[in-house]
C-alpha cells in the first residue's frame, strides 16, 4: 500500500534563512509525488509535483523539491524563507489508486 | 475556469442526523477525492470515484457513503452523525493519474 510520512511535526526557520520540509514515500510502482500548502480555514494549495525526469522540481512562489529514489524522499525547499510561507505543507503520494496525504508540516517563519 | 466547488461552506446538524456535502469537480476532471481533516489535522483519506465508479474508500465506518453522478460532481453523505465527525471536509478533483488533484474550499461540519 502506498504511503507518506512527514517525519517533523513543525519548523521554525528565520526569515531569508533556508528551509527544509521533509517527506519519505512508500509506493509498489513509479511514484507521482506531490506537495501543497495549506492557509488557515482554506483548502489546499498545489505547489509542484515530480512525474518524471528531472530529480529537482520548481514549483510556484520559490520552491522547489528533490526527489532521491534511493532514499525514497521529497523534500521540499526554499533558499530564502518569507513570514508569509508559514503555513501547514503537505506531501502527497499517487501510485495507480487513490491519492494519499502526509500528517502534515507546520512551518512558521519567524522575522 | 471554475475551480473545485463545494457546498454548503458550513453545516450544523445534531447528533443521529444525516448531512450530505456535496463537490463540483473541475470541468472535464472524472475522478473525486474526499477527504476529512480534524482540528487542522492530516488529510484522512476518505473516498475515490471516478468514472461514476467507486474506486477505494479509507478506513472509515459505512455509515460515511457517497456517489458520484454523470456529471462527474459528487455527494458525501454521512449518516448518524457522531460528534467526533465535525471536521472540514475537503473535495479534490483531477484528470489523470499523474495530474495534481485540485481542491474545493471545503465543508465545515459541525455536530451538536
Known amino acids: 500500500a502506498q504511503s507518506v510520512a512527514q517525519p517533523e511535526d513543525q519548523v521554525n526557520v528565520a526569515e531569508g534563512n533556508p528551509l527544509t520540509v521533509k517527506c519519505t514515500y512508500s509506493v509498489s510502482g513509479n511514484p507521482y509525488l506531490f506537495w501543497y500548502v495549506q492557509y488557515p480555514n482554506r483548502g489546499l494549495q498545489f505547489l509542484l509535483k515530480y512525474i518524471t525526469g528531472d530529480n529537482l522540481v520548481k514549483g510556484s512562489y520559490g520552491f522547489e523539491a528533490e526527489f532521491n529514489k534511493s532514499q525514497t524522499s521529497f523534500h521540499l525547499k526554499k533558499p530564502s524563507a518569507l513570514v508569509s510561507d508559514s503555513a501547514l505543507y503537505f506531501c502527497a503520494v499517487r501510485d495507480g489508486r487513490d491519492m494519499r496525504f502526509g500528517a502534515g508540516t507546520r512551518l512558521t517563519v519567524k522575522p | 475556469e471554475a475551480g473545485v466547488t463545494q457546498s454548503p461552506t458550513h453545516l450544523i446538524k445534531t447528533r443521529g442526523q444525516q448531512a450530505t456535502l456535496r463537490c463540483s469537480p473541475i470541468?472535464?476532471?472524472?475522478?473525486v477525492y474526499w477527504y476529512q481533516q480534524a482540528l487542522g489535522l492530516g488529510l484522512q483519506f476518505l473516498l475515490w470515484?471516478?468514472?461514476?465508479?467507486?474506486?477505494n474508500r479509507g478506513n472509515f465506518p459505512p455509515r460515511f457513503s457517497g456517489r458520484q453522478f454523470p456529471n462527474y460532481s459528487s455527494e458525501l453523505n454521512v449518516n448518524a452523525l457522531e460528534l467526533e465527525d465535525s471536521a472540514l471536509y475537503l473535495c479534490a478533483s483531477s484528470f489523470r493519474e499523474a495530474t495534481e488533484a485540485f481542491f474545493g474550499q471545503g465543508t465545515r461540519l459541525t455536530v451538536v
Open positions: 470515484y471516478d468514472e461514476g465508479e467507486e474506486r
Open positions: 470541468s472535464g476532471h472524472t475522478s
